[in-house]
C-alpha cells in the first residue's frame, strides 16, 4: 500500500529535497543539487507563486520514502500559450510500478481538479527552469542545470499512459572538433557583422543591472515563437540573474550588439557539477563551500546554456560566431569539453548551427504529456 503524503512542514520539505540523494547512493553519474537553492526553489517566497501554485507529495511505503513529485498549475504558461494543462516535476522514485502510478495518479487527480486538461513534464514549474526526462546518455554526468534520472524513468511514463511531447537536445564538443576551416569561417562572418555594424563583446559585469536589462529584452523576444516557452516575468528574471551571478565568467557571456541596441547573447556557464558531484548531500557547510571556491579554477567543462538572436538576425552566422568566441575563450581558461543544451528537436535552425561546427548529438531528454 503506497501512501502519498503532502509536504506540509520543514521537515517533510527536508525529506523531499533529501529523497534523491539516497536514490541515487550508488550512482557515480549523480550530482547533489545543492540543499541551499532547492530549498529556495521550492519555498513560496520564490516569484513563480506570485502567480501561480504548485504543491509536494511524498510517496511513503510504510515510514520509508520510496518516490516525491510535485503537481503544477502554471498560470502564465496557460495565459501565454492557451494551453490549459498542468504540470509535474521534481519527480524521483525507486524501481516500483505501484509507486510511480500512485504518484502520477494523484498528480492527475490534482490537476483535473484544477480543471485542467492535460498533463505534462516533468517541468520544475516551466522550461525555464530544469525540465525533461533523460533517455539516452546515461553514461556520463549531467552538466550543470541539466537533470539526470534513473534509466527506468521512460518505462514507468510511458506504462503509465505518457507519450512524447517534445526530445531536447544536448550535443558534446571537443577542443580538436573547432577546426581551421571552421576558424577561418568564424573571422569572415566576424568581418561580415563588423560591415553591417554589429559586434560582439564580452558582458560586463561592473554595469551588471545594464546589462542583464538588455539580455532580458532579447530572452523574451528570441524565445516568444518556441514551443513550450512562456515569458519570464521581471521578478523571475530577477532571481535567476542574481543566482547566475555568483558563478558567471563575464568572459563566457556574450552580447551582439547594432548601435548600442542588444539584438542577441549567448551564456555558458562553467560546468559547477564537476564540483558538487563531490559535495556529500549538497550541503554547503562544513567543507562544501571551499570545495567550490578552491575548485572552480580547474573546472575543464562549460556547457552554452542559452543561444538566442532576434528573428531579423538570425541566418547571418552570429550563432556560429558564439560558438566560436566561447570555444577560443574555454580552450584559452584550460577547458577541454564542451556541451550545448538544450535544443528543441524542431528547432532546425539552431540544431544545423551547431552540426556545422561539429557538435555531436550525445543525449537526449524528453518532456511527456497525457490528455484527459
Not at 124 to 148: H, K, R, W
Request: proline letters at 4%; charged letters at 30%.
Amino acid at each position: 500500500m503506497i501512501e502519498i503524503k503532502k509536504v506540509d512542514s520543514k521537515n517533510d520539505l527536508k525529506k523531499f529535497i533529501d529523497f534523491p540523494h539516497d536514490l541515487y547512493a550508488n550512482d557515480p553519474n549523480y550530482v547533489p543539487e545543492l540543499y541551499i537553492s532547492q530549498k529556495d526553489l521550492l519555498s513560496k517566497k520564490h516569484p513563480f507563486f506570485k502567480h501561480s501554485k504548485a504543491d509536494l507529495f511524498l510517496a511513503l511505503k510504510g515510514k520509508e520514502i520510496v518516490g516525491r513529485i510535485a503537481a503544477i498549475r502554471n498560470n502564465n504558461y496557460i495565459d501565454y500559450t492557451g494551453n490549459e494543462i498542468g504540470f509535474f516535476g521534481f519527480l524521483e522514485f525507486i524501481n516500483d510500478k505501484e509507486v510511480s502510478r500512485a504518484l502520477l495518479n494523484h498528480v492527475t487527480e490534482w490537476v483535473k481538479n484544477e480543471g485542467l486538461k492535460g498533463l505534462m513534464g516533468p517541468e520544475n514549474y516551466s522550461t525555464n527552469e530544469t525540465c525533461g526526462t533523460l533517455i539516452s546518455g546515461f553514461d556520463s554526468p549531467p552538466m550543470i542545470m541539466m537533470p539526470y534520472n534513473q534509466s527506468y524513468y521512460p518505462e514507468h511514463l510511458e506504462d503509465f499512459g505518457f507519450s512524447k511531447a517534445m526530445d531536447l537536445l544536448a550535443y558534446r564538443f571537443n577542443p580538436d572538433g573547432f577546426t581551421e576551416r571552421l576558424k577561418r569561417m568564424a573571422l569572415l562572418i566576424e568581418e561580415r557583422l563588423n560591415k553591417q555594424g554589429i559586434t560582439i563583446r564580452k558582458f560586463d559585469i561592473k554595469n551588471f543591472n545594464e546589462e542583464i536589462a538588455k539580455i532580458k529584452s532579447v530572452y523574451n523576444s528570441a524565445w516568444e515563437k518556441n514551443w513550450g516557452f512562456v515569458p519570464m516575468t521581471d521578478e523571475e528574471f530577477a532571481h535567476s540573474a542574481k543566482d547566475l551571478k555568483q558563478i558567471v565568467d563575464p568572459d563566457l557571456l556574450l552580447i551582439a550588439e547594432q548601435d548600442g541596441r542588444a539584438i542577441g547573447f549567448s551564456l555558458t556557464l562553467p560546468n559547477l557539477n564537476e564540483i558538487l558531484i563531490k559535495i556529500k548531500r549538497g550541503r554547503l557547510l562544513p567543507f562544501g563551500l571551499f570545495k567550490i571556491l578552491t575548485g572552480k579554477k580547474n573546472i575543464k567543462g562549460a556547457r552554452i546554456i542559452t543561444l538566442g538572436i532576434i528573428d531579423r538576425y538570425r541566418k547571418m552566422g552570429i550563432d556560429a560566431y558564439f560558438y566560436y568566441k566561447v570555444y577560443k575563450e574555454g580552450i584559452g581558461k584550460g577547458m577541454n569539453v564542451g556541451e550545448s543544451s538544450w535544443i528543441l528537436e524542431n528547432n532546425e535552425m539552431m540544431n544545423r548551427a551547431v552540426v556545422n561546427v561539429n557538435g555531436e548529438l550525445y543525449k537526449k531528454y524528453r518532456l511527456y504529456k497525457i490528455d484527459f
